[in-house]
């Protein structure tokens, strides 16, 4: 492997109101702003060799990698560690609802009404990237959800979990070389192994 690309989707029915769904079986398509930006995010990696697309079951993520990627014969890989979190009795409701209670709350601390605790999360994540990294491929994009990408994005600058994380971009790449994903995941890893809150 070469190089990485992360990119959250385009926006959806659920970002665009500002709304969380972490329940695959919700339509959640993306808006005709967010199929603009997975164009953009087309052109934007249109030199790009791209050996295989990694989504989430999302349709969102799915979605935007049909769009940025049209015209180009790219195999696809779902894995469901990557998905968006299971939101329990947030489930689609505010955004800022669920992030206060999130900001408020330990990690080992399970969202009320069925939902994962976000050391369950981080751990999700941490086996969905391990995933990525044992692809043989030279070049995979991985198209899936804001707060995952938030994570690598600290770690890669050496910055722990944090309750409350800045949403990522819509529909932007963000390029890694596998040892840089590899060393973020690693730090996510660490922290699982011993939170900080």
């Known amino acids: 492997m070469e190089c990485v690309i992360l990119a959250r989707h385009g926006e959806s029915v659920f970002s665009a109101r500002q709304l969380v769904n972490g329940d695959v079986g919700v339509a959640g398509p993306l808006t005709e702003r967010g199929e603009a930006e997975a164009r953009e995010l087309g052109r934007s990696i249109a030199a790009d060799r791209i050996d295989l697309c990694v989504t989430s079951d999302f349709e969102r993520t799915r ?25 329990g009795g947030f489930e689609g409701g505010g955004l800022e609802e669920y992030r206060s209670w999130a900001s408020a709350a330990t990690s080992r601390d399970e969202v009320p009404g069925g939902g994962e605790s976000r050391w369950q999360i981080l ?23 804001s707060l995952p990408i938030a994570y690598v994005l ?20 963000y390029r890694f070389a ?6 973020a995941v690693t730090l996510l890893e660490d922290w699982c192994a011993a939170p900080t809150w």
């Open 178 to 183: 596998p040892a840089e994903l590899d060393a």
């Open 63 to 87: 979605q935007t990698a049909d769009v940025a990627l049209a015209g180009r014969d790219v195999p696809r890989l779902v894995v469901p560690e990557l998905n968006d979190p299971r939101y």
């Open 123 to 145: 751990d999700r994540y941490v086996r969905g990237f391990r995933q990525v990294l044992a692809r043989a491929e030279e070049t995979v994009i991985v198209v899936i959800h």
């Open 154 to 173: 600290a770690a890669h600058k050496r910055t722990l979990p944090a309750q409350r994380v800045p949403l990522v971009a819509h529909a932007h790449p």
